[in-house]
Every structure is written in C-alpha cells, then in structure tokens.
C-alpha cells in the first residue's frame, strides 16, 4: 500500500507534528516494506514513517533509560505479602521461574529461606530447578540484617553449588526507628555484621534500606557508606509504603548515585499505594537505578507493587528489549494469578480481556478497513498505543449497543460468514436493543434465525 492510496490523508509536509528530514522528531523508525502480501504486525509499512509522532521521546531524549538495566522479579517474595493470595505449591513455583526466565526476567527473588522449614525447602528446591535446567535466572533470596536470617542462604547456596544474592534489608525512617526503638549505631552494627558474613561466604550482597522514601539523607548516607565498606555491592531503595512522586524518585535516586559511584548497582523497589508505581520505577531507571524490581500483575502487599509485566511492557516499547519475545508474558501473568488465586481485572493492559477488544462502530470501522487492506501493522496501531501482535494477541471487534456495520461485517467474516444487507441490519437491530455487547452465542443465534426465515446470505454486489 502506498500513501496515495490514502487520498483522504494530507502530504506529510501539511500533517500537524510532522517534520521533514532530521527535524522531524522521535517518530516510528522506517524499515522496508515487503513487495507484496499482508505484513506482520512487527512489519511497520511505508506510511508508518510519518503516521506516529511521539511526543514521549522529547522529553525521554534528557533522561534517557540506560539498555543494561536489569528487572528484578519478587513475585515469590513481595508479592506473596499479599493479605488476598494463597501460597502457591512448590510445582506452581517451579514453573513461574522457567516463565519467568522466557520473559526475559534477570533474577528472581525466591524467598526468605530463613523464616520457616517450608520456606527454606522451597527455596533450596528451586535453587535445584534452576541449576539442573540451566535456567538464565540469577538467584536472591531476602533476610533481615540478622545471622540467623543470612545463614540459610549460605547453606543453600553451598548445597546446589550456585551463587545466592543476598538481598538483606533493615527499617531507615525515623518513624520505624521509633516504632523498632532502634536508633543508627545499633542499625549500622547489625547490617554491618550481616553483610560481614554473606561476603566472608563469598555471597554478593544488595543492602535494602526499608522506607528510604521517607528516610533522613544524613542517615542513608551513613547506611550506605557503611554497607559499602564492609563489600555490599548493590544498594536497594525503597519506596515501602507507596510515599514516592516522580519528583521525589528523582532528587533520591540522584542522592544515592553520588554516594554510590558508578561501581556499586542501584536498585528501586516500590509500591503503588499513590497509584504511581509504574511512572516512579521508570523514573527511577531514566536517573540511575539500574535494577527495577516489580511482581506479576503488581500482586503485593496493601495495594500491590510495581507490576513486572508492565515494566517489560513500557521498556518493550521505548525500544530497549529489540528482539525479546513477549508473547510469553500472557502465560506468565496467568500462571501468576492461578497459583495465587488472583483474579486478572478485565481492564489489565496486555493480559486483561478487554485490553484489544472494541464494541464502538468508529473504532472498528478504522481496523476494519485497515484489515481490509491486508495491512496488520496499520490495523494493531489505529486505536492501539500497545500493538497486541507484540504480546501474543490480537484486536478483536465486538457488536453491541454502540457498534456500526463494520463491526458487524467484521465478526461475521472471521467466522466465514456469508453476510448480506439484510443480516447486517438483523444483527444491528439486535443489538441496538441490547444493553450489553452480545456474546457469540447470542450472534449466531440472530445468524442461525435470519437463515431460517430468509435462507443463507448472498453476498451483496
């Protein structure tokens, strides 16, 4: 398809937002287009060059996300907090981390070995999974700053013969030191004999501080310097209630960068009790952190974390996971919410079921005529900021109260159904009645009565 096929679209040069050459700003890379037959939805066409501009790459282009960050995935830890999930059998487990590596997950966190036998059973078992499957997985399991907390995880980790990280993790705020009666000196002795002991078993250590969204900076610096010292290679930010605005994430994570260097990794965790979760964990990633952690469909404690399908998502589509399949992350998230007894909302991006699915005539009309076309990439992106092909799915027209004849053409040609005029006008008739949109079954059945009573459509010249 050309552009002058488009007779009703303007010339680039007229189209508002459009720009000629070099000034033209972050649009959709061009690609070449195949000489013939329908493109795939990963096959941009030759109109793509100029039919999206993207406002969100402006102010990215300040900021950028580095491409070697790493995600992070506490679902079998953080997200098990959760006050609404059960505990998952082992076997659930187990798969969720094969998942889990096929999305592309850098390390797991599979627990607290040293809270109860079962806890440290599965943790040992699914060290065991993913050595002898030689899972691209990396391995962390979380403790307090306490030896009984970081012995197991020495004792797995010499027992599979694999490296445990060790994330262990103490209270910073004013308001916990309170609560904890704690005060810095007994804080900074503890963590310190903690981490002594994870790298004296030759364990890297990430030092969590809890709450560091609502900590002093005199006594995250003092936190930080100590952990550092004493061989923590990574330090861990906490948004642990949910504090955090974009704002706030940025002046932290600038703060914590300056202390740390640009040898030691910095980690954001957080949770989305503001509704911000997401916008702070890409954030956090555009100004330094470079491991984001997050759960499957954001399950956790309170309201939840930062969700990891979403974070994938969003790091998909500014362009920095070229050529890593997604498509696994449906079976990921619905793994996740069987082995925990979650229910997906309809509306979930990606893996809700409303999430590529239109019933509204104007919206169909545009796909439908881009189908039309044979054209899948112009079709996945007409009424989609997510392309659907990208994640295993697909755009699905509906019909119901606010659907037009496209909508209605459509469904009946991907179920080669013949359609006419006068069924066309059957199927609207019903559903202009109906106060939801009309399931299969109820379709057909409009289908199967205007045959009996006028015979099979014959298509209309």
């Known amino acids: 398809?050309?552009?002058?096929?488009?007779?009703?679209?303007?010339?680039?040069?007229?189209?508002?937002?459009?720009?000629?050459?070099?000034?033209?700003?972050?649009?959709?890379?061009?690609?070449?287009?195949?000489?013939?037959?329908?493109?795939?939805h990963a096959e941009p066409s030759l109109?793509?060059?100029?039919?999206?501009?993207d406002w969100n790459g402006i102010g990215r282009a300040k900021a950028s996300i580095p491409a070697n960050v790493t995600v992070f995935d506490e679902t079998l830890?953080?997200?098990?907090q959760s006050p609404s999930v059960k505990q998952p059998d082992i076997e659930a487990?187990?798969?969720?981390?094969?998942?889990?590596?096929?999305?592309?997950?850098?390390?797991?966190?599979?627990?607290?070995?040293?809270?109860?036998?079962?806890?440290?059973?599965?943790?040992?078992?699914m060290c065991i999974e993913i050595?002898?499957?030689?899972?691209?997985?990396?391995?962390?399991?979380?403790?307090?700053?306490?030896i009984s907390d970081i012995e197991p995880m020495v004792e797995i980790s010499q027992r599979v013969g694999i490296p445990v990280e060790v994330y262990t993790f103490v209270g910073s705020s004013p308001i916990r030191q309170l609560a904890e009666e704690w005060d810095l000196d007994l804080i900074l002795e503890r963590s310190a004999a903690a981490i002594d002991l994870a790298v004296a078993a030759g364990l890297s250590v990430a030092f969590v501080t809890e709450d560091t969204t609502r900590s002093r900076p005199q006594v995250l610096s003092a936190l930080f310097k100590m952990a550092i010292d004493h061989g923590a290679r990574r330090i861990c930010l906490c948004d642990t209630v949910g504090h955090a605005t974009p704002e706030g994430v940025r002046e932290l994570v600038t703060f914590a960068r300056r202390i740390a260097g640009a040898e030691i990794g910095l980690d954001w965790h957080g949770h989305n009790d503001r509704g911000l979760a997401l916008e702070n964990a890409l954030c956090a990633l555009q100004f330094g952190v470079d491991r984001v952690h997050g759960t499957a469909l954001g399950i956790g404690e309170r309201v939840g974390n930062t969700p990891m399908d979403l974070i994938l998502l969003n790091m998909k589509l500014?362009?920095?996971?070229?050529?890593?399949?997604?498509?696994?992350?449906?079976?990921?998230?619905?793994?996740?919410?069987?082995?925990?007894?979650?229910?997906?909302?309809?509306?979930?991006?990606?893996?809700?079921?409303?999430?590529f699915r239109t019933a509204t005539g104007v919206h169909a009309a545009a796909i439908a005529k881009a189908s039309a076309?044979?054209?899948?990439?112009?079709?996945?992106?007409?009424?989609s900021a997510v392309p659907a092909g990208m994640f295993g799915r697909r755009q699905e027209i509906l019909v119901g109260p606010m659907s037009g004849a496209s909508n209605v053409i459509s469904w009946l040609r991907e179920?080669?159904?013949?359609?006419?005029?006068?069924?066309?006008?059957?199927?609207?008739a019903k559903a202009k009645a109906t106060a939801h949109v009309l399931s299969d079954e109820e379709l057909l059945m409009v289908v199967l009565r205007h045959h009996a009573t006028q015979g099979p459509a014959s298509p209309d010249p």
């Open 131 to 146: 050595r002898d499957n030689k899972l691209p997985l990396g391995v962390a399991c979380a403790g307090r700053t306490v």
């Open 77 to 80: 830890r953080d997200g098990l």
């Open 93 to 125: 487990k187990v798969n969720l981390l094969h998942l889990m590596s096929r999305i592309g997950v850098h390390v797991a966190d599979i627990g607290l070995p040293g809270s109860s036998k079962r806890a440290f059973d599965d943790v040992l078992r």
């Open 373 to 383: 076309e044979g054209d899948a990439w112009l079709a996945d992106r007409i009424y």
């Open 47 to 53: 109109h793509s060059l100029d039919l999206i501009y």
């Open 318 to 355: 500014f362009g920095l996971l070229e050529g890593r399949d997604l498509t696994g992350i449906i079976e990921y998230c619905e793994a996740a919410a069987s082995a925990v007894g979650w229910d997906i909302a309809i509306n979930y991006p990606v893996v809700g079921r409303d999430a």
């Open 415 to 428: 179920r080669n159904i013949e359609s006419s005029k006068a069924l066309v006008d059957s199927i609207l």
């Open 1 to 40: 398809m050309t552009i002058d096929r488009w007779p009703h679209r303007p010339e680039t040069a007229q189209r508002p937002g459009a720009l000629a050459g070099a000034d033209r700003g972050p649009c959709v890379p061009s690609r070449a287009t195949p000489a013939s037959g329908a493109r795939s």
